[in-house]
T-cell receptor, first 117, second 115 residues
């Protein structure tokens, strides 16, 4: 079974430029997550999708970050314009739709390391 | 609000020895899971072990085991017979948000394994 795919693996941009990250979840996984992991910290959830609908985007800085999952499969996360503090690893994860009383494991991709100069 | 605290930024262990990583948490939910994730330099987060709070028995996965103290809200990870491949960042994680299946992570412990 193929895992969660992300691209690019690395990206270096200057502040005020825009950047986009792509994620392809595991086939059949209805739920998709984007996390931001700043150096020395644990991952922090930015946005969660269930199929192509947003479940939670309360921690997404909406003035500069946007994300979409148009067909309920692939997702893109965009930053425009980037700031120095956006330097981080951006992780994508996916899971099966949660059933009542159960927990569905999140499977993570390799992440994209973003450096903003 | 849910919180996860890892108070050991770095740990070191000799190959073949045993090491314990600490984690404390707080949650308002009565039934929950707890997880330990491993993040090697490749950055891919890998689930190491999970514990269901209603189970009194501590979870074990090969060389990895936990010491779950529900009343104390403590969830430590023990790695026995440490191997060079165990070197990584280890994160304790707690689901929150009910059916939304979200995770909150601790700040991590960087484990070095000395040959």
């Amino acid at each position: 079974e193929a895992g969660v795919a992300q691209s690019p693996r690395y990206k270096i941009i200057e502040k005020r430029q825009s950047v986009a990250f792509w994620c392809n979840p595991i086939s059949g996984h209805a739920t998709l997550y984007w996390y931001q992991q700043i150096l020395g910290q644990g991952p922090k959830l930015l946005i969660q999708f269930q199929n192509n609908g947003v479940v939670d985007d309360s921690q997404l800085p909406k003035d500069r970050f946007s994300a979409e999952r148009l067909k309920g499969v692939d997702s893109t996360l965009k930053i425009q314009p980037a700031k120095l503090e956006d330097s981080a690893v951006y992780l994508c994860a996916s899971s099966l739709r949660r059933l009542a009383g159960a927990y569905n494991e999140q499977f993570f991709g390799p992440g994209t390391r973003l450096t903003v100069l | 609000a849910q919180t996860v605290t890892q108070s050991q930024p770095e740990m070191s262990v000799q190959e073949a020895e045993t090491v314990t990583l600490s984690c404390t948490y707080d949650t308002s939910e009565s039934d929950y899971y707890l997880f330990w994730y491993k993040q090697p330099p490749s950055r891919q987060m890998i689930l190491v072990i999970r514990q269901e709070a209603y189970k009194q028995q501590n979870a074990t996965e090969n060389r990895f085991s936990v010491n779950f103290q529900k009343a104390a809200k403590s969830f430590s990870l023990k790695i026995s017979d440490s191997q060079l491949g165990d070197a990584a960042m280890y994160f304790c994680a707690l689901p929150y948000g009910g059916a939304t299946n979200k995770l909150i992570f601790g700040t991590g412990t960087l484990l070095a394994v000395q040959p």
